[in-house]
């Protein structure tokens, strides 16, 4: 059975929803991180609308990597299977399929007859069908450095209350702070 990991940017407003501020923070021991659980996830979970802003910025990429990011990274990236949970996209490219049924049942499949783990990026409405569910085994939160608060919010739209073990904490050169949670 596959385990589902969430991995998050969020600053320590608790602000998700503009990354912008995010990418100062890039650096070589983020990008070695972020590979490591690419690499070990056999496919991506991906709401609509990270889908199509990873999808636009990675196919880019595929001609012109940017400085930092390692050509394996961008490789891997749009190779993965993608799994999207949308009820208005009828067209996906980028080795990606929908789900637009039952979204809890179908992820809930994919664990089941997953191998090593499938892998979201993002924080948004999807996380409140699979919170809801208890369908996500850890979190992977980027705690960046940066004192926003206004904008959307991580979990802005949980009204229950998971409780949370700390499983990990990793230190970054540039003061990111990766806390890994998983449900008690």
């Not at 809890?104 to 069908?129: I, Q, W």
């Amino acid at each position: 059975m596959s385990k589902l990991v969430e991995a998050t940017h969020v600053t320590l407003g608790g602000e998700i929803g503009s990354t912008d501020w995010a990418f100062p923070y890039l650096d070589k021991q983020h990008v070695h991180y972020a590979t490591k659980l690419l690499t070990d996830a056999d496919a991506l979970l991906l709401g609509r609308l990270t889908y199509e802003g990873l999808s636009a910025a990675y196919l880019r990429m595929a001609d012109e990597a940017p400085a930092g990011i390692p050509t394996s990274f961008i490789e891997r990236m749009n190779s993965i299977p993608k799994f999207v949970a949308s009820t208005t996209l009828r067209e996906l490219t980028w080795n990606a399929t929908t789900l637009d049924g039952d979204v809890a049942a179908e992820v809930d499949d994919l664990k089941r007859n997953g191998g090593k783990s499938l892998l979201r990026f993002g924080n948004g409405p999807l996380d409140t069908t699979l919170m809801e569910h208890g369908l996500i085994d850890e979190f992977h939160l980027f705690l960046t450095p940066v004192a926003i608060g206004t904008g959307t919010h991580l979990f802005e739209s949980i009204d229950t209350a998971p409780h949370l073990r700390l499983v990990d904490v990793q230190r970054f050169d540039s003061g990111v702070v990766i806390l890994v949670y998983a449900p008690k």
